[in-house]
């Protein structure tokens, strides 16, 4: 696996890398991930970095032109690499990934699977790294386009995703897979709730909403802040529990707007505590506005039973279905809506977190995605089902 990312840095992209590493292991698969120098290593899973960088330690996601020597170097360490591990499969995530991965196709001739999680355009715009209709949009687009055709198949994390593909960017349908995150449920489950709540410092009694993952724009942070700022001025009685980074900026804002008082920012959390952190909860929210892009904290909050409230998305609607609470696409006041209803209901909670909680072990286990991309694999290297 190409990991162009400083993985492990307990977020969404290195949860989907770890999780199915993890998974074609416990099927019998040798898995080798090769990575950035920085991140942390996951128990069970061998990691490959690249020489250590003194200047470049920043764990956020994001564009950054210390990228482009960053990624020189992963090549540079996929390719030596790759001359004793020899690999039947080259898997490449993130488009940067798959860059990495068409030039080491070029030198072994081992067939690449691209692990698609949104357009990098779409995603450089999203972060604000270029305007639309720019030159380094047009040349960014191009730059997809040809790494879009040099993958033998393409494994999206969406079903939106896939649509993107095949309509936007003319990728033949035979060439795409949807692989969409899983969960483990066995580590993802409810836990004690009161004992979460004295980890945390929270009030046994107070109704507590849950966020967890990376803190942007991109992913509907500063709604977020309106959100709890609606609230607050409808007097309703909740505190938030934000978990993730970077949250310095978000944790001034909330003072700012005088609803730090309603906010406990715990920065980041280790990808082991989520699941206690996360059953202090009473419903979880994600206000992520990416119509294409995966949404993988939604699987996590299910596991652990708690109702989730999101806006209107596609992406949304294929994880969550009929167990997720849907406000109009970013709109902050149906969003703080939705919220005060849902707390309101104490029965109508317990029972919409229960459905998330079935719905999470039934339809969204890690191994079936693994089983999944082991059919992949098979067909890109050419080998019958076993």
């Given at each position: 696996?190409?990991?162009?990312?400083?993985?492990?840095?307990?977020?969404?992209?290195?949860?989907?890398?770890?999780?199915?590493?993890?998974?074609?292991?416990?099927?019998?698969?040798?898995?080798?991930?090769?990575?950035?120098?920085?991140g942390?290593?996951?128990?069970?899973?061998?990691?490959?970095?690249?020489?250590?960088?003194?200047?470049?330690?920043?764990?956020?996601?994001?564009?950054?032109w210390h990228?482009?020597?960053?990624?020189?170097?992963?090549?540079?360490?996929?390719?030596?690499?790759?001359l004793?591990?020899?690999?039947?499969?080259?898997?490449a995530?993130?488009?940067?990934?798959?860059?990495?991965?068409?030039l080491?196709?070029?030198?072994?001739?081992?067939?690449l699977?691209?692990?698609?999680?949104?357009?990098?355009?779409?995603?450089?715009?999203?972060?604000?790294?270029?305007?639309?209709?720019?030159?380094?949009?047009?040349?960014?687009?191009?730059?997809?386009?040809?790494?879009?055709?040099?993958?033998d198949?393409?494994?999206?994390?969406?079903?939106?995703?896939?649509?993107?593909l095949i309509?936007?960017?003319?990728?033949?349908?035979?060439r795409?897979?949807?692989?969409?995150?899983?969960?483990?449920?066995?580590?993802f489950?409810?836990?004690?709730?009161?004992?979460?709540?004295?980890?945390?410092?929270?009030?046994?009694?107070?109704?507590?909403?849950?966020?967890?993952?990376?803190?942007?724009?991109?992913?509907?942070?500063?709604?977020?802040?309106?959100?709890?700022?609606?609230?607050?001025?409808?007097?309703?009685?909740?505190?938030?529990?934000?978990?993730?980074?970077?949250?310095?900026?978000?944790?001034?804002?909330a003072?700012?707007?005088?609803?730090?008082?309603?906010?406990?920012?715990?920065?980041?959390?280790?990808?082991?505590?989520?699941?206690?952190?996360?059953?202090?909860?009473?419903?979880?929210?994600?206000?992520?506005?990416?119509?294409?892009?995966a949404?993988?904290?939604?699987?996590?909050y299910?596991?652990?039973?708690?109702p989730?409230?999101?806006?209107?998305?596609?992406?949304?609607?294929?994880?969550?279905?009929d167990?997720?609470?849907?406000?109009?696409?970013?709109?902050?006041?149906?969003?703080?809506?939705?919220?005060?209803?849902?707390?309101?209901?104490s029965?109508?909670?317990?029972?919409?977190?229960?459905r998330?909680?079935?719905?999470?072990?039934?339809?969204h286990?890690?191994?079936a995605?693994g089983?999944?991309?082991?059919?992949?694999?098979?067909?890109?290297?050419?080998?019958?089902?076993?």
């Amino acid at each position: 696996m190409v990991a162009p990312t400083p993985y492990f840095a307990d977020r969404g992209c290195h949860v989907r890398i770890y999780e199915e590493a993890r998974a074609l292991r416990n099927l019998g698969h040798d898995v080798r991930i090769v990575t950035y120098h920085i991140g942390r290593d996951m128990r069970g899973i061998p990691v490959v970095r690249i020489p250590r960088i003194p200047w470049y330690n920043r764990l956020e996601a994001g564009p950054s032109w210390h990228k482009l020597y960053l990624d020189l170097l992963l090549l540079c360490r996929a390719a030596a690499f790759s001359l004793h591990f020899r690999p039947h499969v080259i898997h490449a995530h993130l488009h940067e990934g798959a860059g990495i991965g068409c030039l080491l196709k070029l030198m072994t001739r081992i067939p690449l699977v691209f692990d698609y999680q949104g357009s990098l355009s779409g995603e450089c715009m999203d972060h604000g790294f270029f305007k639309p209709g720019s030159l380094m949009a047009r040349i960014f687009g191009r730059v997809e386009r040809a790494i879009n055709g040099c993958a033998d198949r393409i494994v999206t994390s969406s079903s939106a995703g896939y649509s993107d593909l095949i309509n936007v960017w003319g990728v033949a349908p035979g060439r795409v897979v949807s692989v969409i995150d899983g969960v483990d449920t066995e580590k993802f489950r409810p836990h004690d709730r009161q004992d979460a709540r004295k980890h945390l410092g929270i009030a046994p009694d107070v109704p507590v909403v849950a966020y967890l993952g990376i803190m942007s724009a991109y992913q509907g942070t500063d709604l977020l802040l309106d959100v709890v700022a609606l609230l607050k001025a409808r007097g309703v009685r909740v505190r938030f529990l934000a978990m993730g980074f970077p949250h310095e900026r978000y944790q001034a804002a909330a003072e700012a707007l005088g609803i730090g008082d309603m906010i406990t920012f715990t920065g980041k959390i280790d990808y082991n505590d989520a699941p206690l952190f996360l059953s202090a909860a009473d419903l979880a929210v994600s206000p992520k506005l990416s119509l294409t892009e995966a949404n993988g904290k939604l699987f996590n909050y299910m596991a652990c039973a708690l109702p989730v409230v999101v806006f209107d998305t596609p992406v949304n609607r294929e994880i969550l279905g009929d167990t997720g609470i849907y406000a109009r696409l970013g709109d902050s006041a149906d969003f703080a809506g939705r919220i005060e209803a849902l707390l309101a209901d104490s029965d109508g909670l317990k029972g919409q977190g229960e459905r998330g909680r079935a719905r999470a072990v039934s339809e969204h286990a890690w191994q079936a995605r693994g089983t999944r991309l082991v059919e992949v694999y098979r067909a890109v290297v050419g080998t019958p089902a076993a």
